[in-house]
């Protein structure tokens, strides 16, 4: 059980930890969410918060390799990247190419509308910069019935992407877990999105992965945190964390359950504690269920190898 510092240059197929932070309040030092699935140098974006077109730059991954991005729901820290991904990737070298966004309800329209208002930025660089004609994306709302456990959502030469239904509060109607089955390999990478630990549709997506990517949040904070906050705002937030979210504590068992050979952990929260600390409460907790696989809790920018 290790903590994750190295940021090897390249992997033949990796995931990228872009940004790991979660909520929609801007840190200086922090990256929204945004994880990157690579294989075959394809690129395979799961969530962009803010912070994700300058973390793709400073991987070294750039634009060129991103056909697809994958939103597990529409909290704005997974999504409020999307314009700067769209502009700046168009203006890169080599460029962003048309790019397919899926989804929940919503993002077909949210594809459609998210450069709204940068209609004169666009005219001024496509007729006097040089950089071509703007290739608007394609958005895909993905449904998934509440009585179907997974649904196929797309399928290329090197992956195979799956989703699910998973709790995150009962005021967020769609939230999606996704599982991607690497072809080459048969590696299997589950990215569990936000959601309350221990959800029935993550254990069955995630059953037998190589690497369960799952959020987590250190309960004992929260509750320091609520009590800060003047009532009922304290409450109402701790409420809301509580069942929206999971503990780090419960993950060691949920990887147990699901026969997952490596536990990641993303989008921490609160924010302001090292990936150690996440680890110092994690280890105690595996060695109670007799969970044995790998834990990783990363910094932004690592790597994973597959």
């Not at 709302?141 to 995150?168: C, K, L, Q």
């Not at 003047?230 to 699901?258: I, M, N, Q, T, Y």
Request: negative net charge.
């Amino acid at each position: 059980m290790t903590e994750q510092r190295q940021r090897p240059a390249r992997f033949t197929d990796r995931i990228v930890m872009l940004g790991v932070n979660g909520g929609p309040v801007v840190g200086p030092d922090e990256a929204k969410p945004a994880l990157a699935l690579v294989v075959n140098d394809a690129v395979y974006l799961v969530d962009c918060g803010l912070d994700t077109p300058r973390q793709l730059v400073r991987a070294g991954l750039g634009f060129a390799g991103i056909r697809n991005v994958f939103i597990t729901h529409h909290h704005l820290d997974h999504t409020s990247g999307l314009p700067g991904l769209l502009l700046h990737g168009w203006t890169a070298r080599p460029p962003l190419p048309p790019v397919d966004i899926w989804g929940p309800p919503g993002t077909k329209q949210k594809a459609t509308n998210l450069l709204a208002g940068f209609g004169d930025e666009i005219a001024l660089f496509e007729s006097g910069g040089g950089f071509g004609a703007f290739m608007a994306p394609d958005g895909h709302d993905i449904e998934v019935p509440p009585d179907r456990a997974v649904v196929p959502v797309m399928e290329d030469a090197n992956v195979r992407v799956d989703a699910t239904r998973v709790f995150h509060g009962p005021e967020v109607a769609n939230a999606y877990a996704y599982r991607f089955t690497v072809k080459g390999t048969g590696k299997v990478v589950v990215f569990s999105g936000d959601t309350a630990a221990h959800d029935a549709n993550l254990a069955a997506i995630a059953k037998g992965c190589d690497v369960l990517v799952h959020e987590t949040q250190d309960n004992s904070a929260i509750e320091r945190i609520a009590a800060e906050l003047p009532f009922p705002r304290g409450e109402e937030l701790k409420k809301h964390l509580f069942e929206a979210h999971s503990s780090v504590l419960d993950l060691p068992a949920v990887a147990l359950a699901a026969q997952a050979k490596k536990l990641v952990f993303s989008h921490y929260t609160p924010v302001a504690q090292p990936p150690s600390t996440w680890l110092a409460l994690a280890v105690p907790a595996a060695e109670a269920v007799g969970y044995e696989g790998e834990i990783i809790a990363p910094n932004a920018l690592d790597v994973i190898p597959l």
